[in-house]
């Protein structure tokens, strides 16, 4: 059986995701502070010893990571800062150390979001990360070898995650809809696409 690591499985998502991916595949669930490995991805060295542990793997997803929500005047430079380390340079992480652990033709899947191209007050700091996010999936789609693929999925708001806000969630999309994108991108075999959804 194939083995796919899911960086994210408790979240809104992850959890959807988690529940399409044990049908067909041995399961790695990573996260904060539970799961098989708790790991935090901004932290390299603990990054390369999960890998080391787990060893080969056919498919990584990532749907984790850090940033704020507020407007210009609400944040701080450190605010930036910890939002590019954790849900940009953590899923950058999971991906450069990760593929010299991957199985030949193994596929990385992580996670932007819609106010890359669609921003709207109190999203500056996450339309930031999610561009430059996509940006290194297109470029490393150029670069990576031994038959790997990379891509993205742009999730617009997850109905869950509006209701946890306490927005409006008529609009909002059920996570089970995302997480059908990811297992869509294993079968579609295409490199350095961002699935908006």
Excluded: C
Aim: glycine residues 10%; charged residues 20%.
């Amino acid at each position: 059986m194939k083995k796919a690591i899911i960086v994210g499985s408790t979240g809104v998502i992850g959890k959807e995701i988690l529940k399409i991916f044990r049908q067909d595949y041995q399961v790695v669930e990573v996260n904060r502070s539970s799961g098989d490995f708790k790991v935090d991805m901004q932290d390299a060295e603990a990054v390369e010893q999960m890998f080391q542990a787990i060893g080969g793997f056919d498919v990584l997803i990532a749907a984790s990571g850090y940033g704020k929500w507020g407007t210009l005047e609400e944040h701080s430079i450190q605010d930036f800062h910890d939002g590019l380390n954790s849900k940009l340079m953590g899923q950058v992480n999971l991906v450069v150390i990760g593929r010299k652990y991957a199985n030949e033709g193994a596929v990385f899947i992580l996670t932007s979001g819609v106010l890359a191209h669609q921003p709207m007050i109190g999203g500056l700091s996450l339309a930031m990360i999610n561009a430059a996010l996509e940006s290194f999936v297109k470029g490393a789609a150029l670069e990576l070898e031994q038959g790997m693929k990379i891509n993205a999925v742009s999730p617009s708001f997850a109905k869950e995650t509006m209701e946890l806000m306490g927005l409006d969630s008529s609009t909002g999309v059920p996570a089970i809809e995302f997480a059908k994108i990811y297992k869509k991108i294993i079968d579609e075999r295409k490199t350095g696409q961002v699935y908006q959804a």
